[in-house]
């Protein structure tokens, strides 16, 4: 029997976690499509089905939120006991096809309800790949890695948006929903063919746990971290901005600056796609050279850069001259989206390995049921209430509202970083 050399062995396991994280980071890209592309195609949507701005906020926000969230603890729990490639793989097929079956919608409870479909799906997709890729990268490499995966952020966000500002000019707002999600089911058996399932907990010294531990278990681990509830509701105040942004930004140009619905989709996908990933890797980079000498810096750096988001974030929305607001709007896009590998990676420490991917799903139950479930309903319900006082600018204004929503993510992250040293898992 021949022997694989070491080096030979080596290069061979690097090629095979650079191409399961980059399978991850598509799969995670068309997450992203399917979540935010709804943000462009509201315009056409209210113009349709007669929408008001907190109905579309509803539809976009607590309609993916309720299912998304909710059942994303009971399938990470699953994806702790058996393949994580399957449970994405099915995931990813599901929310496929509510996505196309969006483009079917013949009023708002239609378009609610499959919205549902999609958060049903999507609860499978994030939490099983951050397991994964603390199982594929050693301690040091982590928080570069998850940042590279969430580079499906503003990909996803920024292609959503120019392929739903295309298609709908082009065709339809239907058929929008329709091709992104024929698209995706063709993806999910190429991503099970390519992506191999590694060992859990590899790298960690802490050891994993004979049986697959009880969500009794979990709560009581979870229960005595401070740092990991901070980090929850923190993360929660920046995604309830975040995610506003991402579904009302488009609207918000096509009102306020005139422009079409296919000139919003560049203007603002553009601003996604170099702004959120300058940020996101600038946030892993950090984090990995930094939070290696002091782990508090993991949280306290994300923490400064959400304060120095919110001035340049309301000098970019007022400002009347386009050309500026899209050079301003880069610098808050990026600061807002620092905090993601960093955080990620923290949360990941605060357990042991086979608790990851359902300690990630709490973390995404409180961040996205507050974040995506109310962060884009406020800002269109504070933006319906504004209207008799600041007709077309009213969002304007409800955007500059939200940005207090970044300072109370800071407070939390800077009190989170009290507890990080003594609640880490070596």
């Known amino acids: 029997m021949s022997v694989i050399p070491a080096d030979n062995a080596s290069r061979r396991a690097v090629e095979r976690r650079g191409l399961a994280l980059f399978m991850l980071v598509v799969v995670y890209t068309f997450n992203f499509i399917d979540r935010q592309i709804v943000g462009i195609l509201a315009v056409p949507i209210k113009a349709d089905l007669g929408l008001s701005d907190a109905q579309l906020g509803l539809m976009g926000g607590l309609a993916f939120a309720l299912f998304y969230t909710g059942l994303g603890i009971p399938v990470a729990m699953l994806a702790d006991r058996v393949s994580r ?22 009023g708002f409870w239609h378009l609610f309800l499959a919205r549902l479909g999609v958060g049903v799906g999507e609860a499978g997709g994030v939490t099983p790949a951050y397991s994964m890729i603390m199982d594929y990268y050693p301690p040091g490499q982590r928080a570069r890695a998850l940042s590279a995966y969430s580079f499906g952020i503003p990909i996803g966000s920024a292609l959503g948006i120019v392929l739903g500002g295309v298609l709908a000019s082009m065709i339809d707002w239907r058929w929008a929903f329709i091709a992104v999600g ?10 099970r063919l390519l992506v191999t399932e590694p060992e859990r907990g590899r790298f960690d010294a802490v050891a994993t746990s004979v049986r697959p531990p009880r969500l009794g278990e979990i709560a009581t681990a979870l229960s005595g971290k401070p740092s990991f509830w901070l980090l929850s509701v923190g993360a929660a105040c920046s ?6 942004l991402f579904f009302w930004m488009p609207s918000f ?49 994300p923490a400064a850069a959400f304060v120095l988001s919110v001035p340049t974030y309301i000098v970019g ?30 949360v ?24 995506i479930g109310l962060g884009t309903w406020l800002i269109g319900a504070l933006s319906d209430a ?41």
């Not at 601003?271 to 050279?289: F, H, K, P, T």
């Not at 509202?401 to 507890?419: E, V």
């Open 386 to 426: 504004l209207v008799l006082r600041f007709g077309d600018d009213a969002l304007r204004w409800s955007i500059v509202a939200g940005t207090g929503f970044y300072i109370a993510a800071a407070i939390l992250f800077l009190l989170a970083a009290r507890w990080i040293d003594r609640d880490w898992e070596d």
């Open 253 to 301: 140009i096509v009102r306020s600056h005139g422009l079409t619905l296919l000139d919003a989709s560049f203007f603002y996908g553009s601003i996604l796609l170099v702004g959120g990933m300058a940020g996101m890797w600038a946030g892993g980079w950090l984090g990995d050279r930094y939070g290696a000498k002091k782990r508090s810096r993991f949280v306290t750096i």
């Open 348 to 371: 990941q420490q605060l357990v042991r390995a086979d608790m990851r991917a359902t300690a990630s799903a709490v973390f995404l139950f409180v961040n996205n049921l507050l974040g």
């Open 182 to 191: 024929a698209a995706g089911l063709l993806l999910a058996p190429v991503f």
């Open 239 to 244: 995604s309830m901005m975040g995610y506003g």
């Open 85 to 106: 490639t399957w449970v994405i793989t099915g995931a990813l097929a599901i929310w496929s096809a509510m996505t196309a079956a969006c483009g079917f919608a013949q």
């Open 317 to 346: 929305v007022l400002t009347p001259t386009l050309w500026l607001a899209w050079v301003v709007l880069l610098v808050p896009v990026a600061l807002g989206l620092v905090w993601i590998g960093p955080v990620i990676s923290t």
